[in-house]
């Protein structure tokens, strides 16, 4: 009985420790992560940048993006990236453009992004966002304004 508590007890120390060593871990990614946020959050203030779902809509925007449209968080949310670009010529080439995002490959485009009366041209750079799976969840537009 007496092995018996000296080894459950050097196991609960042991334990213990590794317990002591996760939390200490635990702290140390929380802290990693939240300078993280900190960066992306500093990106999008001096950037033009869009989230977007795989389905084409808004997520998330940049402070800089809705400043140079003269828009609110609220009036882009959720509007499809098409009814944001003026082409003529979108329609046939968008189903090509959103299936390689789709697909891993990024793309390159000079757009005119719209909003109200407001025309934008921006060089815009896409690419698709993968989670912690590897699995492609976003599409992230970062542009440049064409003066």
């Known amino acids: 009985t007496q092995m018996q508590s000296k080894e459950i007890e050097e196991q609960r120390k042991t334990l213990e420790e590794k317990i002591n060593t996760h939390r200490k871990q635990n702290?140390?990614?929380?802290?990693?992560?939240?300078?993280?946020?900190?960066?992306?959050?500093?990106?999008?203030?001096?950037?033009y940048m869009v989230e977007y779902d795989l389905k084409g809509f808004v997520v998330d925007v940049s402070r800089k993006t809705l400043n140079v449209l003269d828009a609110k968080r609220g009036d882009l949310i959720s509007k499809h990236h098409k009814m944001l670009i003026q082409d003529d010529a979108y329609d046939k080439k968008y189903?090509?453009?959103?299936?390689?995002?789709?697909?891993?490959?990024?793309?390159?485009?000079?757009?005119?992004?719209?909003?109200?009366?407001?025309?934008?041209?921006?060089?815009?750079?896409?690419?698709?966002?993968?989670?912690?799976r590897r699995k492609i969840y976003r599409i992230l537009s970062v542009g440049s304004v064409i003066e």
Do not use: M
Request: charged fraction near 30%; aromatic fraction near 8%.
């Open 27 to 47: 702290r140390n990614l929380d802290k990693e992560i939240l300078q993280l946020i900190e960066i992306i959050e500093s990106i999008k203030s001096i950037t």
């Open 95 to 132: 189903e090509k453009f959103w299936s390689e995002l789709t697909n891993n490959k990024a793309q390159f485009l000079t757009e005119k992004v719209v909003f109200d009366e407001k025309v934008v041209t921006l060089s815009q750079s896409y690419v698709p966002i993968r989670n912690t």
